[in-house]
């Protein structure tokens, strides 16, 4: 099966959406190097933990995701039907319970961002490291 | 995805708790309440966490470990963290906290017997 080059899921708004969406990096595979696919399930991971934890969904509201792949880098934008929220991301000191999705969001995302047009939207592109850097390979 | 799941054992006085599979939203409640429940003893004066068997976790997991590590230190208690394989290691990294919480060599704190 070749691999897709964008596809979008809605999902329920249910705790176990979490890992099903993380799964679908699985699509991708041969698309995307090891690393890539590692980093990009840890932010699906946070945003939609971000949207069944700030959005108070009701478990049949649904979160849509859509993956699409660029030319050198893998874009992934999480939406959902809640009022949104600020993205503050932490600092690193409190034991607080919000922020730490958003700072891992923004140390591996090469690009990310918020909108809100009614729902909330968080999107982030990973870019592949170039050829010559990676040397996980053996 | 691998099936999440959390056990407690006593190991030569030590108590230690052992997460596996993927650790997120929603297995985290689980290891919460193993945690818990391992906590009760009040003559437990340290516990040891073992990641060595977890094949994912993101900032869900990070966050119960921060808190019971948080618990554990204003009882005058201590956390030990075996560390997990590379990927769930490496959230600890990225969110800069490895100095922050004692992360310790299986042996020293009851994880040998995992150990195949």
Known sequence: ?138 | MSEPATSIENVDGMVVVRASGDLDLASAPALERALTESLQDGQVETLTLDLRALSFMDSTGLRVVLATDARMRAQGRELFVIKGPPSVHRVFELALLEERLRFVEPAERGGSDADA
């Open chain 1, 1 to 138: 099966m070749p691999t897709p080059e964008s596809f979008t899921i809605e999902l329920a708004a249910t705790p176990d959406t979490v890992g099903v969406a993380r799964a679908q990096i699985d699509r991708l595979a041969g698309a995307l190097s090891d690393q890539t696919m590692e980093d990009a399930r840890l932010l699906v991971s946070e945003l939609v933990t971000n949207s069944l934890r700030h959005a108070s969904l009701s478990p049949d509201q649904t979160i849509g995701l859509s993956f699409t792949l660029l030319d050198r880098s893998l874009r992934v934008e999480v939406r959902d039907p809640g009022p949104g929220f600020s993205p503050a991301i932490r600092g690193t000191r409190s034991t607080d319970d919000a922020g730490w999705g958003l700072f891992l969001v923004a140390r591996l995302a090469n690009r990310w961002g918020v909108h809100h047009d009614g729902g909330n939207s968080v999107w982030f592109e990973l870019d592949e490291a170039t050829m010559e850097a990676s040397s996980d390979e053996p």
